[in-house]
């Protein structure tokens, strides 16, 4: 079975016609319902570091907002940057379907890319206490029909372990912590050209957080989907490992909405990035729960 490759698929090419725009065709093979709105992200991300054309400066930080549904299919990016310094450049990028007649977005990603810099090195976190590290973690694969490993080609991409949380398709599971972890690793491994995890790659793997809103919502009637309003990706770190744990954390849901954040950290207890998610909740069976997971340890 031959498995795709996130840096072709998100590939991006400069329109000889228009400056500062690129296209692109978006695969199906990074769905759920639709491609992932990380995958487009990433994107999006190619497109502003092709505008850029300095491998010196990387991904710092970028924010995305997501204004319509995005499918497989030819789109366009246009590049704007708003500030290029000699250690900072900021850029907004919008991206849509090259057909969209009105021109309305898909997305708007504004991004910043920095150059290294004398500066403090200061380690404010230690690595969760909860989660499983990667030698003890299980892999998700059980044969399961509704298992979503099984069921989305965006699964079908990476090698998965939980670290912390039950699986919720099966009816062991309970409810418990608005927590939930899992080890990623590419089946194409995602290198820069320094042999570094590639910091674009990030974005589709913490573009995951539904899952610790399921853990503190538990069994029961209730069916939701949650696509992402907005997806913010902070990059604190590089690392050479494959296998990254992105340990999510549910802060709030309230009126149809939610809220959660992200670390991601290597096998070798290193934080590599941060993210946070806005979630947009829409329910598909039952009543909408009240809970407080809060205390649950």
């Known amino acids: 079975m031959s498995f795709a490759d996130l840096a072709v698929d998100t590939a991006v090419r400069a329109d000889p016609e228009v400056a500062g725009r690129y296209q692109l065709s978006l695969p199906d093979h990074w769905d759920y319902l639709l491609p992932s709105g990380g995958m487009v992200m990433t994107a999006a991300l190619r497109a502003a570091q092709a505008h ?113 949380g039950e699986p919720f398709w099966q009816p062991s599971f309970v409810e418990g912590p608005a927590r939930y972890a899992r080890w990623f690793r590419y089946r194409v491994p995602q290198r820069d050209a320094e042999g570094r995890f590639d910091r674009l790659a990030i974005a589709p793997i913490i573009d995951t957080m539904p899952t610790a809103l ?52 290597d096998d070798e207890g290193r934080l590599v990035a941060y993210g946070a998610q806005a979630m947009y909740l829409h329910s598909l069976s039952g009543d909408p729960p009240k809970i407080d997971a809060s205390r649950r340890a």
Request: one cysteine or more; hydrophobic letters at 40%.
């Open 52 to 164: 850029l054309a300095d491998p010196e400066l990387r991904l710092a930080s970028a924010t995305t907002i997501f204004a319509s549904p995005i499918h497989p299919g030819r789109c366009i990016a246009d590049v704007h940057v708003i500030r290029r310094g000699g250690s900072t450049a900021q850029l907004r990028v919008v991206l849509r379907h090259l057909q969209e007649k009105d021109g309305e977005p898909g997305l708007e990603l504004v991004a910043t890319f920095t150059r290294d810099r004398r500066g403090p090195d200061v380690v404010g976190i230690a690595f969760p206490k909860t989660v499983k590290p990667l030698a003890d973690s299980l892999p998700v694969e059980d044969g399961a029909s509704n298992n979503p490993h099984t069921r989305f080609r965006f699964y079908h991409q990476l090698e998965c372990r939980l670290a912390e």
């Open 214 to 265: 399921h853990r503190a919502i538990g069994p029961g009637g209730y069916r939701f989907y949650a696509p992402s309003l907005d997806l913010t990706l902070y990059t604190v770190d590089d690392t050479r490992r494959e296998w990254l744990l992105v340990s999510t954390t549910l802060k709030r849901a309230k009126g149809g909405f939610a809220v959660a954040d992200a670390e991601v950290w």
